[in-house]
């Protein structure tokens, strides 16, 4: 996807407002993803997918050292101007290789709500397992297949793209999977399993966003997942 193609360009201003303090950003996912990366300070940290900068301002607060890349030219402006000059933001499509990224550069990967819209996971996945710590970890949150089954209908199976429209106007385009096919292309990228969690909604949701709770708090949104690199197996 060429970059004057990247999702968010012309949305990224209201994208921005709104993740601030959405029910599936500010009171799902970002709760979840940071309870699962735990203490990050002294990190090195990749957000690749980074938006208007909202994870890596957290974690730049948690004393972490910080890297963003985005495929938006706008959400790039945004974390900028959100994280001051003397953090590294760069534009950067996740369907190209991270050439300007030595090996083992990073001990923690972030991939929040960004790797469903990658052309090649497997691909992606293995090149940003190249700049991860032997030891590091990539953490990977995206839609829940069964939320993504009931919205788009057909059958739980499908693995095809899925496209949705956004009450921003937006029209969301995404690949959709069952779970089955994301552990098959962790498994082919040389990533495994390391903790699995599907989100719940943060304390704050019920009073601020009701309705949105009500529906989380029965059936699940997103999932998230640890991975880790496999290990090598001994020979024989």
């Known amino acids: 996807m060429p970059r004057s193609e990247a999702p968010y360009d012309g949305f990224a201003d209201t994208f921005a407002r709104e993740a601030a303090d959405s029910p599936y950003n500010a009171h799902y996912d970002r709760p979840t993803v940071l309870e699962l990366l735990g203490d990050v300070q002294g990190k090195r940290i990749l957000d690749a997918g980074c938006g208007p900068g909202l994870y890596l301002a957290e974690l730049k607060a948690r004393s972490a050292n910080v890297v963003g890349i985005d495929q938006s030219a706008d959400m790039v402006r945004h974390t900028r101007t959100r994280l001051g000059p003397?953090?590294?933001?760069?534009?950067?499509?996740?369907?190209?290789?991270?050439?300007?990224?030595?090996?083992?550069?990073?001990?923690?990967?972030?991939?929040?709500?960004?790797?469903?819209?990658?052309?090649?996971?497997?691909?992606?996945?293995?090149?940003?397992?190249?700049?991860?710590?032997?030891?590091?970890?990539?953490?990977?949150?995206?839609?829940?297949?069964?939320?993504?089954?009931?919205?788009?209908?057909?059958?739980?199976?499908?693995?095809?793209?899925?496209?949705?429209?956004?009450?921003?106007?937006?029209?969301?385009?995404?690949?959709?999977?069952?779970?089955?096919?994301?552990?098959?292309?962790?498994?082919?990228?040389?990533?495994?399993?390391?903790?699995?969690?599907?989100?719940?909604?943060?304390?704050?949701?019920?009073?601020?966003?009701?309705?949105?709770?009500e529906k989380l708090n029965r059936q699940p949104g997103f999932i998230a997942f640890q991975l880790i690199k496999t290990p090598a197996r001994p020979l024989a």
């Open 86 to 213: 003397h953090v590294e933001v760069r534009q950067h499509d996740l369907n190209e290789p991270l050439t300007w990224a030595a090996d083992s550069r990073f001990d923690i990967v972030l991939l929040a709500l960004v790797l469903h819209y990658v052309e090649d996971r497997v691909r992606t996945l293995t090149e940003l397992s190249r700049v991860l710590h032997p030891a590091g970890r990539i953490i990977v949150s995206t839609s829940h297949p069964t939320a993504d089954w009931l919205t788009n209908g057909g059958s739980y199976f499908d693995a095809r793209r899925a496209e949705e429209t956004w009450s921003n106007g937006m029209t969301h385009r995404y690949w959709r999977q069952p779970l089955q096919a994301w552990v098959t292309e962790f498994s082919a990228a040389g990533l495994t399993i390391d903790r699995l969690v599907e989100h719940r909604p943060a304390a704050s949701m019920p009073h601020e966003y009701p309705a949105t709770y």
